[in-house]
């Protein structure tokens, strides 16, 4: 039974794969086929559409930033829209190493926000651990010629020598896609940045790591306002910290961060400089029949979200995906279970690590259906007005170009279906994180391992 009108022919486009040797070269599935393990560094840590959602860029645990665009409509086919491909590559940070510290910092890319476009130019904000970049990219199909101090080589030239004056000239060359980092913004965190959020005013941005959040601006790169700091004078009495942080899409002293206790706290900066007072307090009292030695694990929240229209927050833990109204602080409004056939499991979980991954939600651009990831390269969506679910596979064996996606079930006991999955099954190594839902139209990139998949509704 499909349960998705809109994506009752959902198909897959594009399936991308990042190799190590061949960063920026994606191999023909063919090759995936045969590719029997990853290298680390291919691994797809975040994924983002850009505000028109003609870009999408992912960024990897090797600092690499991959950025692919739409094709023009073509004219044979005006209502369908051409495929993504590789725009721009570029490495955006590098290893480094803290020797005040003796700690190393890892490259890996943990967030990608875009700009709006203001001109022809992009940008785009990417960050690891402790510094964020400010990158712009920008296209080049012409270079000049006839530099009087210059020889055709770049090399200066005798002023004595020069007889006579030319007049540079620019000639066609082929197109060329620059990735030139404008800005750098660093040594303001101490612990690992988790979330980047842009402002609506577009001159400001916050960056957040565990126990803080700093307000930047956007041309001054030595200086930023400390806007939150739970750090406790005694660090034995840290109780809990900030696992996720983003501004209003509408208001530009408005902004949302989440803890690791399950609350999320709506601060407003009009108030005071320093945000160590809430202006709402969300949190849903605990069942106690339901308490358990993980509860405070798996209420930890991984990722909150504004919806576009800025009047719910969406918020990601272990195992659910809750919709809350800005104006009811004591419980959700819409609570969806993404797999809570795991309840069983969570001992084993907890011994293998997996109970700490933190998955990332979407909404469409609508804010009517929720997108989030799961293990054995499950994902999930869950239609808000028909609170129909569905459980869709991003998986390299069912994943043929133009093939149509089937609904995935997982058993939970007694006897399995044909077309379902047992529980017991279920491949914990493979698990979707990341996952970007195109701002108008039914595309949805999602990122699996060191695969990308883009998927979109056959109508459009």
């Known amino acids: 039974m499909v349960l998705f ?201 916050m960056s957040a790591d565990d126990l803080r959040i700093n307000l930047w601006n956007f041309e001054i790169t030595n200086q930023s306002f400390n806007i939150v700091d739970i750090k406790p004078a005694n660090m034995e009495e840290l109780t809990e910290v900030i696992t996720a942080a983003e501004f209003h899409p509408h208001h530009c002293n408005t902004f949302v961060y989440s803890s690791s206790k399950g609350t999320i706290r709506l601060c407003d900066m009009r108030t005071s400089a320093l945000c160590d007072r809430h202006a709402k307090f969300f949190e849903e009292p605990e069942d106690p029949s339901n308490r358990s030695f993980f509860s405070e694990i798996i209420s930890s929240i991984s990722d909150v979200k504004f919806s576009h229209s800025g009047r719910y927050i969406m918020t990601r833990d272990y195992l659910t995906v809750k919709v809350w109204d800005l104006n009811m602080e004591n419980r959700p409004i819409e609570t969806y279970q993404v797999h809570d056939y795991l309840r069983s499991k969570l001992c084993s979980l907890y011994e293998n690590d997996c109970i700490f991954d933190k998955f990332e939600c979407v909404w469409n651009g609508s804010d009517s259906v929720i997108m989030t990831g799961s293990y054995n390269n499950f994902f999930r969506m869950f239609d808000r007005n028909t609170k129909r679910d569905v459980t869709l596979e991003a998986s390299r064996e069912n994943s043929k170009p133009r093939a149509i996606l089937k609904p995935r079930k997982v058993c939970v006991g007694g006897k399995r279906r044909k077309d379902e999955i047992s529980v017991d099954s279920l491949d914990f190594s493979k698990k979707i994180l990341h996952t970007a839902w195109h701002p108008s139209e039914n595309i949805i990139a999602v990122a699996a391992t060191n695969n990308l998949y883009i998927f979109q509704d056959k109508v459009n």
Not at 14 to 23: A, G, H, N, W
Not at 167 to 186: H, K, Q, S, Y
């Open 5 to 205: 009108s809109f994506f009752k022919n959902l198909r897959v486009w594009k399936m991308k794969c990042f190799s190590r040797y061949l960063p920026y070269i994606f191999r023909p599935p063919s090759a995936i086929l045969s590719a029997s393990c990853h290298a680390e560094a291919d691994i797809i840590s975040t994924v983002e559409f850009n505000h028109t959602g003609e870009l999408l860029a992912t960024g990897d645990k090797g600092g690499r930033v991959v950025i692919f665009q739409r094709e023009q409509e073509s004219k044979n086919q005006p209502h369908r829209r051409g495929e993504y491909n590789v725009y721009s590559t570029f490495q955006s940070h590098e290893p480094e190493f803290d020797y005040l510290k003796s700690l190393e910092i890892e490259e890996k890319i943990n967030k990608i926000r875009w700009l709006p476009q203001q001109n022809a130019a992009y940008f785009l904000l990417s960050t690891n651990d402790k510094t964020v970049k400010l990158w712009k990219v920008s296209e080049r199909d012409k270079r000049p010629e006839g530099y009087n101090l210059k020889d055709e080589d770049g090399r200066l030239r005798d002023p004595s020598m020069i007889t006579m004056l030319r007049v540079p000239v620019l000639r066609p060359m082929d197109l060329m896609v620059e990735a030139t980092p404008r800005r750098v913004f660093a040594n303001a965190h101490t612990y690992h940045i988790n979330s980047i959020s842009v402002n609506s005013d577009y001159e400001t941005y």
